[in-house]
């Protein structure tokens, strides 16, 4: 029985270690990439050492995340989850609200709003499609994809981490990490995914109902995920039938079911 959302990666690695995990399409960049159980908790525990040996993260301590939808968001949420941190989520508007969590992981063009707020630790992320570094950037903040290959592969907590421990503030939202566990198995319960699914997400539907349900219900029903940002409408139909896609999360695509819609 999982009780924290890293719990739910070690599930999806016994399950099928292999198997496409997380499919991830970008129609602005022409991006898409496919990261199997295996290669998305290799990301996640250099992720988490990355934050546990540079910024000392673990129980009781806070990461601010100001990232887009991305493959790359996956693997910092569930590092700082693996660390036993609390995630604090914001929109750019209220990124001012960042300026008290003890490291923040962002967006490579929202790091000179956040760099006037004199953040002490910014991690800048280019989300480049091959996890490349920040091209031309001079500014304070230590560049994630340089940083995250020099740690190791395997992850293990300095301190025990404490499933009744706060683990994500996202607005009025709050829940320990072990309510993101029972939230997202409660939601996809709800929606009907059931194991097996491959869900497409779009980008505005992933950002309306936050990372429980783009990334950990999915998890927790022992599905994939087909994540699409800047998705171009009249493609979804094709990439659908191209990714084997069972079930759609806020879409309503030709011959396939539509999550939480009666049959």
């Not at 990261?35 to 040996?53: C, H, I, M, P, R």
């Not at 493609?235 to 396939?256: F, M, N, P, S, Y």
Request: with cysteine; hydrophobic share 50%.
């Amino acid at each position: 029985m999982a009780s924290t959302p890293a719990d739910l990666l070690t599930a999806a690695l016994r399950r099928d270690a292999a198997a496409p995990l997380v499919t991830f399409y970008d129609d602005v960049s022409g991006e898409r990439t496919e990261l199997s159980a295996t290669t998305l908790a290799n990301w996640v525990a250099k992720t988490a050492n990355l934050l546990q040996e540079e910024f000392d993260v673990g129980p009781g301590r806070t990461v601010g995340i100001a990232l887009p939808v991305h493959w790359q968001t996956a693997a910092v949420l569930l590092g700082a989850w693996s660390c036993g941190a609390t995630v604090w989520e914001t929109a750019a508007e209220d990124d001012d609200r960042l300026s008290e969590a003890d490291v923040v992981l962002a967006d490579a063009d929202r790091l000179p709003v956040l760099e006037e707020l004199g953040l002490d630790e910014l991690l800048g992320l280019s989300l480049h499609p091959l996890g490349m570094g920040m091209t031309g950037y001079t500014g304070p903040a230590r560049d994630y994809a340089l940083e995250v290959r020099a740690h190791g592969d395997v992850f293990a907590p300095w301190q025990p981490v404490d499933p009744s421990g706060p683990g994500l503030r996202a607005g009025a939202l709050e829940l320990t990490l072990a309510g993101l566990v029972a939230a997202a198995t409660e939601l996809a319960d709800r929606l009907g995914i059931v194991a097996g699914d491959r869900v497409l997400v779009d980008e505005r539907t992933a950002v309306e109902a936050g990372p429980v349900a783009w990334l950990l219900a999915p998890l927790a029903a022992g599905a994939s995920l087909v994540l699409c940002r800047a998705a171009a409408p009249a493609g979804l139909q094709r990439r659908a039938e191209t990714e084997r896609v069972t079930a759609t999360l806020g879409l309503k695509l030709d011959g396939i079911r539509e999550l939480g819609r009666p049959a």
